[in-house]
């Protein structure tokens, strides 16, 4: 499939439709996965400005309609003023429905007034880590606060962040064409829009690694204030067939499937009935092997 055939559009009545929009509400996380592709475990912590969120949202407004407003992270319920956050979206309108994306661990200490404003929650269960509400509990909260509940166990990952440039612009080419996370992750962060959850990262990760940033980085998204909320220009941005600066340093859709694992929890975060230390080392020597395979077939 071709990447100008995954642009997701959604076409209804009315103009047409971008099916989703991620947005990382914040870049830090609680959680250590293994293989996580916003690298989310190594960024320091970092949360969007309110304002900076209102202004992103009202100037995609004019860009496009968006069925689905999706917000993560690292993990969302870090940032101090999330309810405040997604008062705003609904406020604004820029989609139908407002989702939630989290880890579940700080369920718990959610207010009511997060239940009240979000049109679902999507909760991603890892091996070992506690949800931090029953699921009885969340049941009955989705009731009484009118949302879509979805509890998804995240049992394995697919290798996806790699250390070293792949030079073969062919392949490059091939792995961002069947690259699904292009087509269903189109995400905007702080004032520009981009494919795909990755590139947005990309500069950040490439520092810590002691890399240099290519140039080409510039053109893995457009500015959505200005000229670069016209629909015209998103849409033509979407179809665009040219792999980003940031797939020769990823593996898209292509990488191995691997166990979930944590780099670390803290005893918070996890529960002695859900821990299994040897499947753990196992996965992360495997999560390690893979690694090193991927290494020697880029040499
Ligand atoms: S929960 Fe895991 S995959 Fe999700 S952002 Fe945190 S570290 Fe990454
Ligand atoms: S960087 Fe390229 S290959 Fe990786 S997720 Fe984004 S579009 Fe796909």
């Known amino acids: 499939m071709a990447v100008s055939d995954m642009v997701s559009w959604v076409i ?17 996380c609680n959680l250590t996965c293994v293989g996580c592709d916003h690298d989310s ?62 880890n579940g661990v700080l369920l718990g200490r959610a207010p009511d007034g997060f239940f009240d404003a979000v049109d679902a929650l999507y909760i991603s269960k890892y091996p070992g880590v506690v949800v931090g509400l029953p699921r009885a509990e969340l049941v009955r ?33 091939r792995i961002y064409q069947t690259c699904t996370i292009a087509k269903n992750c ?29 140039q080409d980085i510039a053109t893995d998204s457009i500015a959505i204030h200005g000229d670069g909320g016209d629909a015209a220009r998103v849409q033509a941005y979407l179809k665009d067939t040219t792999p980003l600066a940031a797939c020769r340093w990823c593996l898209g859709s292509t990488g191995q499937e691997m166990p979930n694992s944590q780099a670390r929890l803290r005893p918070l975060q996890r529960r002695g009935d859900d821990i299994n230390p040897p499947r753990f080392r196992r996965a992360r020597r495997y999560a390690a092997r893979l690694t090193a395979g991927v290494r020697r077939a880029l040499r």
């Not at 190594?42 to 004019?62: C, G, H, N, Y």
């Open 41 to 102: 475990p190594a960024a320091p912590p970092r949360m969007v400005d309110v304002e900076t969120f209102r202004k992103d949202l009202v100037a995609f407004k004019s860009a496009s309609r968006v069925r689905e407003l999706r917000i993560l992270g690292g993990e969302p319920l870090l940032h101090s003023r999330l309810v405040e956050l997604l008062q705003i979206a609904r406020s604004v309108g820029v989609a139908d429905k407002i989702v939630v994306f989290t």
């Open 12 to 28: 209804g009545r009315g103009p047409a439709a971008l099916a989703h929009l991620d947005y990382n509400v914040t870049e830090h």
């Open 141 to 173: 909260k989705s009731r009484k606060h009118n949302f879509k509940l979805s509890i998804l166990n995240c049992d394995t990952f697919v290798e996806r962040l790699i250390d070293t440039e792949i030079t073969d612009k062919a392949r490059v080419a």
């Open 186 to 214: 189109h995400t905007l962060h702080e004032g520009r829009f981009y494919k795909c959850s990755v590139a947005p990262f990309f500069a950040r990760r490439l520092t810590k690694l002691g890399q240099a940033v290519p």
